[in-house]
Structures are given as C-alpha cells and as structure tokens.
C-alpha cells in the first residue's frame, strides 16, 4: 500500500513537470519593475500621498506642470501661464491631448479635475496640500483655465506638479462610481492600467496617443515584492528588470555583477532628529545641543551608506535657495557635548527616543548608531523602533521627545518644510518666534532676491539657536537594473518612462 | 446528529462574536491609520476632519455597534487602504492562499501518514531513524530562514525555479515545499506515534491471533484508528494556514491573505482586518466541524460529545 | 507560524496504566538506550546551555556595544572579533552567546507558564466539567480561531517588543493545546476505577488531582514541553521576520538571523551564524524529545 501511495506521489510530480517544460517563454518588450511597497487605489484625488505613489502615478497621469531634474518648473499639460493679478493665474492648455480612453482634454475636464481634487466630495488626505492655496478653478476658454489663490502664491505652478493633481476626463469620472474608479483610472500619462492584482502586479499599457509620442516599453509590469533579499534575487535571476529600493550595502556588491548596475540618486529631501521642545529634557535647548554634538554624521554616512550620502552643511540643501555652500558640516564634538550637559544639569533622566524601525531606507541601523553616540556622552536613551502607522501616531500626537524624520523641499525654501512645516502638527514641538515668522512671511512674497537671501540666513541662525532639529545628511534613492538600460531616476522618486527618458538599450 | 449540528452551529456563532469583539478592541488600541495617511504638512484640524470622515471620532462602542449593524446587513465595510469594499479585497486573496495551502496540506498528508506508518512499521531500524531526522529537520529552522536558502541556491544560482510569484507552476515549488515542511513534519510524528500505540491495543493482537493478513489489520484496524489525531490536526492546521502563510508568502511575493493581513495591520486597516479575521474563524469552526465529522466517518462508534 | 498540534479529543493516547513504581532494572533502562545520537544531542545541549549561562565569562562585555569603523568584519580575520560583526560593528560572538540566552530564556519560561497554566485549566477543566468547563473551552476556541500571528502582531503593537510580552505570548501560544490534551486526559482518567476508588473513599478533589490525576498525565506533559520549547524558539524568529521579535538591540537568534538576511550577499555570517545554532539547538532537543516519549513510552505529536 506504501509503495502504490509514492507510485502516485512520483507520477503527479512527473505530470506536472512534462506540462511545465511545454509552456514557452514569452519575450514581448515588457519592462518588469520590482518594488517594495504597492498603492492600494488609484484615484489621485483621494489616495494619501506616498513615495509609492509618486512612483505609479507619474507613469499613468499627467497634469499641467512637471518639475525637471533641476527641480525647475516645466510644462506638461498647460504650455504657458501667466499672473494677471496678486491672486489670478491663467493658464493655457496643451492642444490634442488625448485621455487614455481616447477623449480629448478641455479646460472643462481640467476645472473638473483641480476642484475634485480640492473641494471634491470624496473623503481625500492629500487634499491638504492644495487646500489652504487654491480658492477656485474655473474654465474660462476652450484651452484656457483660471486658477484663483487664497493668497499672493508665487510657488501655484510648483504645487500643480505632483501626479495627485492630475487630469482626468470629467465624463468618465462622473460616469463612473467611487469604488470601480480606484482600479480603473483613466488619465492623459504615458501609460494605461489595464490590470490590477492587489499584493501582486499592476500592468501597464503604452498610451499610443500620448501627447510627446509613444514611450519605448510596449508594456509595464511593476511587480510587488515587499522582501528585500527577494527582490534582489529576482534581480539577479533576471526575472525583473529594475528593482527600487536597495539596501545601501548591496549596491557594490550589484554594481559589480557583470549584467547589473546601480544608480544613486540624491532626493530632495534631508534626514533629521527632531526634539520636543516642550516636553522632557529636550526642553532645554542646551541638551538639544548636546544631543545634537553627540552625532558623528560622518562616520554614519561613511560606515553606513558606503560614503554615498552628503552629510549636511545647512538646514537648507544645494540648488535650494538661500543655501550656504560654504558652512562647514555640522560639528561632531562629544567633549563639548558633555560639558553642555553638565551646564545644564542633566542628571541621568532617560531620553525616549522613538524613531521608526523600516520607513525611512537604512533608517534603523541609522537610529541604532545614534542611539549608541547619545549613550556615549552619558545621555540615558530609552530607544524603542516603532512601527510605522504606531510612529506617524505618535508624532501627530505630539508625544515624541526625539525622532527621526525627513523635511523635503521643492527648491525654494518658501514649500521647504524647514521654513513652512511649523504651522502643521509638527508646531506642537516647536513655536518659531514672532521675528522667525515675520522673516518668513516677507522672505515668501518679498521680489528682492537680497532681502530672501539675508531673510533665510538669518531663519538658519535662528534654528542653529533654537535647534528644534538637526539635520542628518541628504537622502539618496538606489535603482538595480539590468546593464543596457537607459534611464535616469527623478530627485521626486518618480519613475519617469516618458519618451527620451527612458530606452532599453540594445 | 442534527441537535449535535445545530448545538455545534450555535457553538461557532458564539465564538464568532468573541473573535469579532477581540478583534474590534485589540485593533482599536493599536492607533488609527489618519496619521499614516496625512502629508507631513497637514494640521492637526485636517487630522481631525479626517478622523470624523471615517467615523473614529466616535466612542469605540458606537463604532462597534455600528460594525454589528453592517455586519447583518452584510456591510464589512470600505478598505481604507484599498478604498474598495474590504470583503472585494479579502475575496481577491482567497485563492492564492488556497492554491499555496491547500497542495502544503495535501502533501504534508500524503507523505506524512505513510512515511509515520511505514517509521511505525520499522521502528527503531534504519528507516524509522531516517524519516526521524526528516522531521526533525523540518522543525530546525524559522520558515523565512528556509525559504531565503532555497531562494539563493534553487533560484539564483541554479536558476531552476523562480524567485517570486505566483504564476506557473513553478512558482509553486519552492513556497509549497517551504510552507509543507513544518506540518510534514507534525503528521510524521504524529501518525508514527499513534500507530505505535495502536498497534500494542489488544484488538491488533487479537486480529494478529485470528491470523489477519498485515495488510488487513494495517489497512482495516491500525488506520483509522491511528488516523484519528491526524483528522484533528488537519482541522487545527486550516486556523494556523494564514499564520504559516504569512511568513511564506511575504518571503516569495504571493498575492494571498497572509501578506494582506500583516499589511493590513501596518496599514491599521480595521475594515479588512476584521473580515480576515472573520473568514479565518469562520473557516476553523467549519473545519473542526468536518473533523467531527470525519470521526464519524472513520469510526462510527465515536460519540457526538457536544462541545468536545 | 508554526502551531504544535496535538490531537483534541483524541487526547494524547499516554500511558494507559497508573505507573507502578519502577524496579531497579528499569530505573537504569534509559541510560542503555541512550544511542550515539542522543548521547551527541545530549552534549550539544549542555554545551550550548553552559555557553550561554556562561556568556559574561566565555565573551565579557557588552552585546550591544558598536563599532562603526569596524562593520561588517568577517569571522576569523580580525581576533577582537572572533566570529566578526554585524551591521552597526556589534561582537557577532557575544551577540550569539547573549542571544541564545535571550531565545532560550523565551523558550523555557514561556513553556513553563504555558503548560502550567494549560494544565491547570485542562484539569479543572475536565474534571469540573459543566460550565467551568464550557468557558474555559470558549476562550481557548476564540483564541484558537484568531490567527496567531495577527493577534501575535496586535499584542505586540499595544504593549511594545519587551521579554515578558513576548514570553506572555509564547505562552499564550501554549496554553490552549495543553488544556485540550489535559482535558481530554481527565476526563478519561476520571471514570477509571482508582480515581473512582478514590473518590468513593472520600478523598477531597485537590488530593485527587494531585496524587492520581497528575502523576498519571506527567509523562506526556513532560514530551510535550520538551518538543515546545524548539517550537517557541522558531516561533520567536518568525516574529522578529515580521518585526515584532525582541526589541533591538537587545539580541535573540530570531532578530539576528532576521536581520542579517538583506545583507547576506556582502556578509553571510551575520544571518548564517545565528541560524547554525539554533538549528543544532532545535535539532538537539527534537532529538532528546523523540527519545524521552520512546522511553516514557507516550504517544504525542
């Protein structure tokens, strides 16, 4: 009887072999992207924004203005645009924009769109960012729409950049009910969804009608694999193309392997330990000093990112600016660090230092090492990783004593969250003084670039003061891909596939 | 036989309610998901404009209440994350697990009754120890630690196999033989030492005296009488299937519900949580119930104890 | 993750007679059957045992010390890091010495607790009966339906990563599967002629659970608490794959071996080493497990 059951065993196994070596491989002009992490749904007005979301939804929406690799404003869907008062923008639309559904874009669908995204009925999280700016949009012509600002904005054409603005057809839209539109979007990118498996795959269709003509990959499959050493594997074993988010630590490992290469891209944004300046012994900004003194930025970027992020300088970053090229890096000096604690009294009180453990790339052995330099100048650090919705809970709450965060920009220090990010929940840490805001409110509208200039250095020596926070080193973003392949990664994370961005080589 | 049934019925409606109402607080106290969602400019106005949209601003009884009703009107609720009905995105994932579970189970039986049998059958001799280390081994090593080895020398350097996904068979191999080992390893054991007692029960020997051919008294005594732990552990195994899933599939990137559930609670995804969770239990009360059921089967004189 | 699993109502098929006293002869049957196999597995244990208990003297100093310039160091090459270092330059030797302590300190003590509480509500359990019994197997049935790992993460997520949440949920792990066994047990036990004796003869419940229930559903315990000790380690490593292992930096096997595997390609020791031994500490009690239920003669899974 044992013998008939492995009989069966062996045959099943034989079966399904002969049936597997008959399947053929297929080898269309496919682009396979592995990521680490997937969006759930794919209306841009409603979704949260992500680092995922930059990524996707750039390869599917387009919207009226694009940021270029400089971090510049360019057009996309609209041409050109003018102010014709301190609150009115006009801008001219793209002519023979074609949607992914074959319609063609008007103004009408533009206004539709912009005042879903604002004031749309759909329960929406990323519409704060465009909220406290946009008054109202307004389709004043064929190809011509009005945008009105709650206040004087010079940075609008920056905000319309992002994919979360994007346009989409307003009939369809409206034809088509909430819950079937997050997995059937339809917009004016370089790509169509044609299908979705959640924890999978999302695939993507070439949008032949795509205003700047047709991009390279006939079809896009991006690829869900949460695990790193998987998605490395898949790499090497040449199951996908391109892979996002490595491991700072295989990138010369995967550098070196003959058919793969690794790109490193600095992104616009910084690392940065923020203090609660309200509560614990972070109240006193002597400690915050002390704390900040403590941290040997250089050997963290050396050591653990193999030397390939800049340590900062500024609490701005180069391009931006106002940024001060010639600072020396932040100081490193643990002797003074515990002479300010000892000028401050600290007597062994413990330190809650809750950083979160896998959002930020490399960022827990990042919080390991300064955990470890604070305990160095005698600091007594409760040091507890948390998970990441328990860490952004805790930090709009208002109960972390230190944490690490990331502050972006977008090249003017007027949306860099250095300057503007107090008047959110992060002011619950820390009340700039009324001069700070002052400074900051003449710097944003004021058109005599000195008086920016003298404005922003003097916001800098403010929080060199105060240090609310302290900046760490600028972010990079690592790319996998397979040799051949030409592309450049965007500081925004976006993966841009856009014709001239994007060519499998030969 | 049908007041046993609905007896067992009430049972697992019951038990339902207590997973429901466990699930509903334990998630609650692990923080809203409004915070993960917000960009780092919003105010702590939009925060609580966005709490009151989903309806957390309400005592956790409200909510709970308001769960129930939707419940009985088969309302599971939205998805925050996926923003879609959380019984449509639970329903997508059902089966792949299945597909990654079911041929796990399958095998782990089909091999594992025999080679226990056959390890009873030569105790002690050269076979028995052999089949000893198997399972011994398949109970070394964390799942994800054997799954990662089988990646690295199966699929990148032996290229035989593909890393992730679940497209061709294929792609089955290396998750279903990471995800059998563990329960193989159990059903050795188990039927091995069940078999062993059966086999010093007085009716083996009086069937041996009556001169009963091996076969016969393997096939018609010592079976299903030694069958009857394994029964129970198939039906505990169908609970344990997302849990041992989970680590599997996040391992090889398998769209299933065991991802979608750790997901889920990074995501503080209470809607789709709670239906996982709800299928999942619902799932076990049915599979014991078959359990009881194959008692029956397997031995008619078993008696229906109620709450046994 | 894994589950044991034991047989419910099944029971475990233990020893069906009272135990006699054992004779002389029998009293030494066990070292004659110890084989090669479990005599190595018993060596391996000790060693590992001592190892651990004696980390401060075999590698003094403190597990979670870093060394920046020095990450990443392979075993062998450099002779302040015998078996080299890990992602932030900590002693890889220290860390599995006090690392071990960390798993095995989870597996014993989580066992303990688990099996004495799963005892102790199997046999009131089954020998009460009526409603006690009913709640008792309520709650076991509503924790057993919930996926582990989801309660497991929930739990974790709400009282934090320290060693007595995650030995309160190994434990927690435990308790159910006993107190089915157990129950199973007693409630045979109970219609059995010395239990009836007993109780015909006046003998008050705590004195019959004590003197003849207990003593007769040791032995089985006893396997099953040896094989759940390599579970609960293995258990401990599948919650630090999913981040909620024990809090870093305090080191365990499960969290190094997790996260040393996103670098495996550039520094193989760090996962590998960890993993090496607690295969051979899981193996060693496996073995010792499957030799003591064939001495003890018990049939469990």
Same mark, same amino acid.
């Given at each position: ?36 992490? !997937? ?81 749309? !009925? ?60 997050? $997995? ?32 390279? /990959?006939?079809?896009? $499959?991006?690829?869900?694999?949460? !695990? ?97 090229? !010639? ?62 919705? /328990? ?62 200039? /003298? ?9 060199? $003061? ?13 790319? /996998? ?26 | ?10 049972? *697992? ?154 497209? *061709? ?10 995800? #059998? ?24 020997? *009086? ?96 008696? #229906?104890?109620?709450?046994? | ?231 609960? +380690? ?9 981040? +909620? ?24 020791? +760090? ?31």
């Amino acid at each position: 009887m044992l013998k008939q059951w492995f009989r069966l065993v062996v045959a099943v196994c034989i079966v399904m072999s002969v049936v597997g070596f008959t399947a053929a491989q297929d080898s269309a002009p496919t682009l396979t992207i592995g990521i680490n992490a !997937e969006v759930g749904a794919f209306d841009p007005h409603s979704v949260p924004g992500s680092i995922i979301g930059n990524r996707i939804f750039h390869m599917m929406f387009d919207q009226l203005t694009r940021t270029d690799s400089q971090g510049l404003v360019q057009p996309m869907l609209a041409t050109e645009w003018t102010q014709t008062d301190d609150t009115t923008w006009v801008f001219t639309l793209r002519e023979g924009v074609t949607f992914h559904n074959g319609e063609t874009m008007t103004a009408e669908d533009a206004a539709f769109s912009l005042n879903r995204l604002v004031f749309g !009925e759909q329960e929406s999280s990323i519409r704060t960012l465009y909220t406290p700016f946009i008054a109202g949009v307004e389709a004043t012509g064929e190809l011509e729409l009005t945008i009105t600002t709650v206040a004087p904005d010079p940075l609008l054409p920056l905000r319309l950049s992002t994919p979360y603005s994007a346009i989409m057809p307003q009939a369809y839209v409206e034809a088509t009910n909430f819950e079937a539109l997050q $997995t059937a979007p339809i917009g004016a990118g370089p790509y169509r969804m044609t299908e979705f498996i959640a924890g999978d795959r999302i695939v993507l269709e070439r949008h032949d009608n795509y205003w700047m003509g047709a991009p390279e /990959a006939a079809t896009v $499959t991006i690829r869900l694999i949460p !695990e790193t050493s998987t998605r490395v594997a898949a790499l090497q074993a040449g199951e996908v193309d391109l892979i996002t988010t490595v491991s700072p630590d295989l990138v010369d490992v995967l550098d070196a392997e003959n058919a793969l290469r690794v790109d490193t891209v600095p992104v616009y944004n910084f690392m940065l330990i923020y203090f609660n300046t309200t509560m614990g012994i972070t109240q006193d900004s002597l400690v915050r000093r002390a704390l900040s003194l403590a941290i040997d930025r250089e050997a963290i970027a050396d050591a653990l990112w193999g030397g390939r992020v800049r340590v900062m300088n500024d609490f701005f970053l180069p391009g931006e600016f106002g940024y001060g090229a !010639e600072r020396p890096i932040f100081p490193y000096d643990p002797e003074q660090a515990q002479a300010l604690l000892a000028e401050a009294g600290y007597d062994g009180e413990e330190l809650p230092f809750t950083p979160p453990s896998t959002y930020y790339t490399n960022g827990q052995l990042v919080t390991d090492a300064i955990a470890e330099m604070w305990e160095a100048v005698g600091i007594n650090v409760a040091y507890e990783p948390l998970d990441t919705a /328990a860490w952004a809970d805790r930090s709009l709450g208002g109960q972390n004593i230190a944490t690490l965060q990331s502050f972006g920009t977008s090249g003017d220090p007027a949306t860099n969250s250095v300057v503007q990010t107090w008047n959110s929940w992060l002011g619950q840490y820390y009340t700039p003084s009324e001069e700070f805001n002052t400074l900051a409110a003449e710097a944003a509208q004021s058109l005599d670039n000195d008086v920016r200039l /003298a404005n922003y250095r003097r916001i800098a020596e403010i929080l060199e $003061t105060d240090v609310p926070f302290t900046p760490l080193y600028q972010s990079v973003e690592f790319y /996998a891909m397979r040799d051949g392949i030409t592309w450049t990664p965007h500081q925004e994370f976006y993966i841009d596939l856009r014709p001239g961005a994007f060519n499998f080589g030969s | 036989m049908a007041r046993f049934l609905a007896f067992r019925l009430l049972r *697992t409606l019951l038990t339902l309610l207590g997973v429901v109402a466990l699930t509903f607080v334990l998630g609650r106290l692990t923080g809203d998901p409004v915070a993960l969602m917000l960009p780092q400019q919003a105010t702590l106005d939009d925060y609580n404009r966005m709490r009151a949209a989903l309806g957390l601003d309400q005592p956790l009884l409200v909510q709970f209440v308001r769960y129930l009703e939707g419940l009985t009107r088969g309302d599971l609720g939205r998805s925050i994350v996926f923003q879609r009905p959380a019984a449509e995105v639970v329903a997508e994932r059902i089966p792949a697990t299945l597909a990654l579970g079911a041929p796990a189970l399958l095998l782990s039986v089909m091999l594992g009754v025999p080679l226990g049998m056959w390890a009873a059958y030569q105790r002690n001799r050269l076979p028995d120890r052999l089949i000893a280390g198997l399972s011994l081994a398949g109970q070394s090593l964390p799942s994800f630690a054997i799954a990662i080895v089988l990646i690295l020398v199966f699929s990148v350097t032996l290229r035989w196999t593909p890393t992730f996904g679940s497209d *061709t068979w294929r792609h089955y191999i290396l998750p279903t033989i990471t995800l #059998t080992l563990y329960p193989l390893a159990i059903i050795i054991r188990l039927t091995r030492s069940s078999m062993l007692e059966v086999l010093n029960q007085g009716y083996m020997r *009086t069937a041996a005296a009556k001169g009963l051919s091996d076969r016969i008294r393997a096939t018609n005594h010592a079976l299903p009488n030694a069958l009857i732990p394994v029964v129970t552990v198939i039906g505990l195994q169908v609970a344990a299937i997302i849990s041992g899933a989970a680590i599997v599939e996040a391992v090889f990137a398998w769209p299933g519900l065991g991802t979608l559930a750790v997901g889920s609670i990074g995501g503080r995804d209470y809607p789709v949580i709670q239906t996982i969770v709800l299928i999942s239990a619902a799932a076990f009360g049915i599979g014991n119930l078959l359990v009881d059921l194959a008692y029956f089967a397997i031995d008619p004189r078993i008696q #229906t104890k109620a709450g046994g | 993750m894994e589950k044991a699993l034991t047989p419910k109502s099944a029971g475990i098929a233990a020893s069906n007679q009272a135990m006699p006293a054992l004779t002389q002869g029998q009293r030494w049957r066990w070292l004659r059957e110890m084989n090669v196999t479990i005599r190595v597995a018993t060596v391996v244990l000790l060693i590992m045992v001592l190892a651990v208990v004696l980390a401060d003297f075999i590698a003094p100093g403190d597990p979670t010390a870093q060394s920046l310039r020095a990450r990443l160091t392979p075993p062998l090459t450099n002779p302040d890091y015998l078996l080299g270092t890990d992602g932030t330059g900590r002693d890889l030797l220290m860390r599995l010495l006090h690392g071990g302590r960390v798993s095995l300190l989870i597996g014993i003590t989580a066992t303990i607790i688990g099996t004495v509480v799963g005892v102790a509500l199997g046999v009131v359990s089954g020998y009460a009966r009526g409603w006690v019994d009913e709640v008792i197997s309520y709650v076991a049935e509503v924790q057993l339906s919930l996926p582990f790992v989801l309660l497991a993460i929930a739990v974790a997520l709400v009282l934090g990563r320290s060693l007595a949440v995650l030995i309160g949920l190994a434990a927690l792990s435990t308790w159910p599967l006993y107190s089915r066994v157990v129950r199973g047990e007693v409630l045979s036990l109970r219609e059995r002629e010395f239990v009836v004796a007993a109780r015909a003869l006046g003998g008050n419940s705590t004195h019959i659970i004590l003197r003849h229930l207990l003593p007769n559903i040791a032995a089985p315990i006893l396997v099953l608490a040896t094989i759940n000790i390599g579970r609960i +380690i293995l258990l401990e490593s599948g919650l630090s794959f999913l981040g +909620i292992g024990i809090q870093p930096p305090t080191p365990s096997w499960g969290n190094m071996i997790s996260d040393g595997r996103e670098v495996l390609p550039v520094a193989w020791w +760090i996962s590998t080493l960890p993993a090496l031994a607690l295969m051979l500490l899981t193996l060693a009690i496996g073995t010792l497990g499957d030799w003591l239920r064939d001495v003890l003669d018990v049939a469990v899974g």
